[in-house]
């Protein structure tokens, strides 16, 4: 089957890494042709601009021409393309528990992208320390929360949340080494290093 959506790509991008993972995980990937995209908030991609105005990644063209955006709109539509368990229950409170819990995995992957952003686009003189403190506190809670009441939650099965959350941690180990998340987070450190070996994980690390 030739692809008949495309998607922009970095390998970076967390956000990105997570559609991959569903595309992967649902057994969608030969839908998709990937259209190579490179920006920061100072210097756009003007392929991406014209797909999404917000000028963000990933953003997904269908057949017809409609752009879709963001990560959590792919998501959900990608979700309803295939035939296998949803990785978004359909329905019922598990759906709410589910997105919520997917929303907070994106929230750490967004403070996350933040920070980088901060410290490594932004000049070293205009950089604010208490603004990327608040970031770091953010992932903090987040972590915490799946760390302790949610972990069960996470653990169930490797649907949207666990997919948001590998990809979050994923991006740490990237690009943030220095966090030394698995000291202060052992049981997501242990759910993590089984997660990891998962095909569609090993198959797309940032790069
Ligand atoms: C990164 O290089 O860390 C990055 C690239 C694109 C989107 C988000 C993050």
């Known amino acids: 089957m030739s692809p008949t959506l495309t998607l922009f790509h970095a390998p970076a991008s967390p956000f990105v890494r997570k559609v991959m993972v569903l595309l992967h995980e649902t057994g ?14 100072v ?13 963000k990644i990933p953003c997904l063209r269908l057949a017809d021409g409609q752009a879709l955006y963001d990560s959590r709109v792919i998501a959900e539509y990608l979700d309803q393309q295939h035939a296998g368990e949803p990785l978004v229950p359909r329905e019922g409170p598990q759906r709410w ?18 920070s980088r952003y901060e410290t490594f ?17 953010k992932i903090e809670r987040a972590l915490e929360h799946f760390e302790g009441e949610a972990f069960a939650a996470l653990n169930e099965r490797f649907d949207i949340v666990a997919i948001g959350l590998a990809c979050a941690l994923g991006y740490f180990d990237f690009r943030r080494p220095d966090w030394a998340w698995r000291e ?9 290093a089984e997660a990891a070996r998962r095909p569609s994980l090993q198959a797309t690390q940032p790069a």
């Open 121 to 137: 686009v932004r000049p070293e003189q205009k950089r604010w320390d208490d603004w990327l403190q608040g970031q770091q506190q």
């Open 97 to 114: 528990q589910r997105l919520a819990l997917a929303a907070l995995a994106d929230a750490v992957m967004d403070a996350a992208v933040l």
């Open 28 to 41: 969608q990937l030969d839908k998709v042709r990937l259209q190579a995209a490179s920006l920061s908030p």
């Open 43 to 55: 210097s756009p991609d003007a392929g991406v601009n014209a797909c999404n105005p917000a000028g």
């Open 184 to 192: 202060r987070y052992p049981k997501l450190a242990a759910w993590y």
